[in-house]
């Protein structure tokens, strides 16, 4: 698990990067120093959004459960959430809109979905 990276993933941040050059939004920065390192913040309208891995986050869409080592990642996941939680509440607290977009809603090609989310607090 090591070798997943927190940047540049491929199954979500460019994923949704791609989403958004595909219809010309912009106005969004990447690597923004915000409590929680969103993806994409949109400074203009106090708008971060961040992209989860499904697995990492907690969304069980798979219902996929580590064999091996189980307590240590359903711990891990837990913590996860709970983080997500309280950054979620810093940020709005500051004034900022989040919005989290999942993997699951990247993969199965959610564009109008994901692009309601954003569009909501960007037009």
């Avoid at 010309?24 to 949109?42: A, H, M, N, T």
């Avoid at 203009?44 to 969304?59: A, E, M, P, Q, S």
């Avoid at 064999?67 to 939680?85: F, H, L, M, P, T």
């Amino acid at each position: 698990m090591r070798a997943v990276k927190s940047n540049k993933n491929k199954s979500t941040e460019i994923q949704l990067l791609k989403i958004l050059k595909k219809y010309k939004i912009s106005g969004w920065r990447r690597q923004y120093k915000l409590p929680g390192k969103p993806d994409f913040v949109f400074r203009n309208y106090k708008l971060v959004i961040f992209t989860d891995g499904c697995f990492w986050h907690g969304h069980n869409c798979r219902n996929i459960k580590p064999q091996s080592n189980a307590v240590y990642w359903s711990e891990k996941i837990k913590k996860n959430k709970k983080r997500d939680i309280s950054i979620n509440k810093l940020l709005k607290q500051m004034g900022w809109k989040v919005v989290r977009i999942r993997e699951c809603e990247l993969k199965s090609k959610q564009e109008r979905v994901i692009l309601r989310k954003i569009q909501k607090y960007v037009y």
